[in-house]
Nanobody, 122 residues
Framework: QVRLAESGGGLVQAGGSLRLSCAAS????????MGWFRQAPGKGREFVAAINWSTYYADSVKGRFTISRDNAKNTVYLQMNSLKPEDTAVYYCAATAKPISLIQAMGAYDYWGQGTQVTVSS
């Protein structure tokens, strides 16, 4: 069983930056596909970024967000720069050990964190 704990959310002004962390416990996730998703108020959960042997980004965050992993710390990060009010959402970390063909799909992931709130003020 893998447990995921997100941290690093908060309130930031538009144009600012935040770094989210997703610390995994229970198992080593070095070979897992790891993803970040977000859910804004009144909207469905959407893909943000993912990493396995490569990195993947939603068009809306490409060039502003960077996903990375520190295998020694069993942790995945999401560096968010040039934040916009429309980035306001609860951000969730997800993981799976299975090979997946569509890394952007929520259903591909087996483990989820509880989420961390990111609020961007205009």
């Amino acid at each position: 069983q893998v447990r995921l704990a997100e941290s690093g959310g908060g309130l930031v002004q538009a144009g600012g930056s935040l770094r989210l962390s997703c610390a995994a416990s229970g198992r080593t996730v070095n070979n897992y596909a790891m993803g970040w998703f977000r859910q804004a108020p009144g909207k469905g959960r959407e893909f943000v970024a993912a990493i396995n042997w490569s990195t993947y980004y939603a068009d809306s965050v490409k060039g502003r967000f960077t996903i990375s992993r520190d295998n020694a710390k069993n942790t995945v990060y999401l560096q968010m720069n040039s934040l916009k009010p429309e980035d306001t959402a609860v951000y969730y970390c997800a993981a799976t050990a299975k090979p997946i063909s569509l890394i952007q799909a929520m259903g591909a992931y087996d483990y989820w964190g509880q989420g961390t709130q990111v609020t961007v003020s205009s």
